[in-house]
């Protein structure tokens, strides 16, 4: 009964230093602004923490290059839906880098709110990385509270590529571009980290914390799925920010704006 083990752990030791010995991918990273506003902190906050009614807010988009091949990672309030939204489409954005919605192979979704699904649409030929509960939740006869559903219709429809994540997942098999789950926000939340040669390790927090004072007090938001799914959340962004010494980008508070170059321009 051992040997088969055995077996299965020397070959899978074996397929690990075969990926090891590869040249990696170059892979950069790049922030787009996909709009900005204000939004009442009170809200954000389920122990009265904040007072202040008009906090500034920014909404992110970014753009992973990997090889050949590019990802998206949230696409911000579709243009025209919402005071906030950008006037600048995603897809003009990718234009002044010379980069078409057909050439994204995936698009990772952090959550299903609208101001991080707005502009799916406009990938129809891409891969949706979508965690597997928020699927569900998108997917619910009765929606919950804030789902986009709109943003989803040509996945839920069958027309789309869709993965839906119920772990962690490592995009291009090279640890790299790494999906890992972050529920509490909404059911499925999941965050992103992205490994640069020149930068160091970057992670991309969705809406596991919308500000600073939230990220660092374990703050939960009065309309959180799960508080106790935020807080574990929270712990681990901050224990693998730690050991591996990452950059963390809170995607929602312009004072991380300034984390990453000013587009065009991407980190390595
Ligand atoms: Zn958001």
């Known amino acids: ?51 202040d009614p008009k906090m500034p807010f920014t909404f992110s988009c970014y753009l992973i290059r990997h090889g050949d091949d590019y990802m998206v990672w949230d696409t911000g309030y579709l243009p025209g839906s919402n005071p906030n ?79 839906t994540v119920p772990a962690d997942k490592d995009v291009f098999g090279d640890g790299t571009v790494f999906i890992f789950r972050t529920p509490g926000h909404t059911p499925g939340h999941q965050s992103l980290l992205v490994r640069l040669k020149e930068k160091g390790p970057v992670i991309l927090v969705g809406d596991a914390a919308h500000f600073h004072e939230n990220y660092e007090n374990n703050g939960v938001p009065g309309f959180n799925h799960d508080r106790a799914d935020t807080i574990a959340s929270l712990e681990r962004i901050k224990q693998m920010a730690k050991n591996i010494k990452a950059t963390v980008i809170i995607q929602h508070d312009p004072r991380d704006i300034g984390k990453l170059p000013t587009f065009p321009a991407a980190a390595k």
């Open 1 to 51: 009964m051992k040997a088969p083990i055995r077996t299965l752990l020397a070959a899978l030791g074996f397929a690990a230093l075969a990926a090891a010995a590869q040249t990696p991918a170059e892979v950069s990273l790049s922030r787009i602004d996909c709009g900005n506003g204000f939004n009442d902190s009170r809200r954000f906050s389920d122990t009265f923490a904040y007072t």
């Open 85 to 163: 939204a950008s006037k600048v489409t995603l897809v003009e954005y990718l234009a002044q880098v010379q980069v078409k919605p057909d050439q994204v192979k995936y698009v990772g979704i952090s959550h299903y709110h609208a101001d991080h699904t707005g502009q799916l649409g406009s990938f129809p030929n891409a891969t949706l990385l979508i965690g597997e509960r928020e699927w569900a939740a998108i997917t619910a006869p009765k929606p919950g509270p804030g789902v986009n559903v709109a943003g989803f219709t040509h996945w839920i429809s069958g027309g789309g590529k869709l993965e």
